[in-house]
């Protein structure tokens, strides 16, 4: 059975969720999302953490694409590692709100077997760049919004239109956690990750 956060966990993670907005700086897309009247972004039906045992987690993805720098980008470029993937677009207000605490996540497992990987799903590259750029997001995106075969890859692994959602792979490629909606803290998918990064491969 996928292990879900318990209820204390769940008004734990809100609670520090009301705190990390009242943190953020000024952003009229952000203060939208704050505001709850659901404006430039997609919601998705609240936050929710979903961990997969290893026996249930199906097949590895195997996608391709295009990153926002232009080269190309592969599910074998990741193998041996343990791979966050965040779908996310620039306008999206929680996307923003994230954004530093996906880059702590990051920062945190530099020289690990631990890769990041965006995958933005409206926008064209300039735009990605300019949000990274912005935002202080070091790790690349893929971009999503003309390419088909990279959105069906990951068919039937998330909700495209829940934005923002993580993906953790496991070693072998496979979806092992899913959140759905803003990250509230480093630390929730820190976690994830260094479960996975312990797991024989």
Sequence with gaps: MRRILTAAGSLLAG???VVGLAACSADPLADQYRAGDNKGYIAANGF?????????????????GTLDNG?????????????????????????IIEAPRLEQ???????????????????QPATALSFA??????YSSAMAVNDAPLKLAFNGKTPLNATPTTLVL?????????IVGELPEASILEAIVRTLVAENA
């Excluded at 929710?48 to 987690?57: C, F, Y």
């Excluded at 080269?71 to 999206?92: H, Q, R």
């Design 71 to 95: 080269s190309p980008v592969s599910s074998g470029d990741f193998a041996g590692k343990v791979l966050v993937v965040n779908f996310w677009y620039a306008t999206c207000g929680p996307c």
């Design 15 to 17: 609670a520090t969720l």
């Design 105 to 123: 996540a990051y920062q945190t497992f530099e020289g690990q077997d631990v890769a990041f990987l965006g995958i933005n799903t409206y926008d």
């Design 48 to 64: 929710q953490t979903q961990e997969i045992p290893a026996d249930q987690r199906g097949e590895p993805v195997d996608f391709a």
């Design 133 to 138: 750029r912005d935002h202080g997001v070091s």
């Design 170 to 178: 496991d070693k072998q490629g496979r979806v092992a956690a899913r």
